[in-house]
């Protein structure tokens, strides 16, 4: 009897353990009060990428894309890391929390390039 117990406990646990840790992405990733690139590497950190995208009105601007704190997370199963848009002076538009599952993300945001731009370089633009 003991053993069933553990066993359901086993069984019970899992999914609750599994729900807190994508509770918990879910909130490290929103970009809360961010409005600006300068702003994004100081509370959501560097991003992995950042690529070019452009806006249906024809406007080229930045997809910063990458999980904050550097790596995926542990207990979650996003199919790729977020991604956040700036226009080209470096405000906020847009974000999405998985790219890889939204098919009409990345309609309203095309990449104008496959390859990402220097991250440094990026950087050092906004970080005045």
Not at 36 to 43: E, I, K, N, S
Request: hydrophobic share 40%; charged share 20%.
């Amino acid at each position: 009897m003991a053993k069933r117990l553990r066993t359901v406990a086993l069984f019970l646990t899992l999914p609750a353990v599994w729900i807190a840790g994508e509770i918990r992405y879910a909130s490290r990733i929103r970009p809360g009060d961010v409005r600006t690139v300068a702003q994004h590497f100081t509370v959501l950190g560097c991003p992995q990428a950042v690529y070019l995208v452009r806006h249906a009105s024809g406007e080229i601007c930045y997809e910063l894309e990458g999980f904050p704190g550097g790596g995926p997370p542990l207990l979650a199963a996003p199919s790729s890391a977020p991604a956040y848009i700036y226009d080209g002076d470096g405000t906020f538009l847009d974000w999405c929390v998985d790219p890889g599952d939204s098919p009409l993300y990345r309609r309203k945001w095309p990449r104008v390039v496959g390859e990402p731009i220097n991250i440094d370089a990026f950087h050092a633009k906004f970080n005045r």
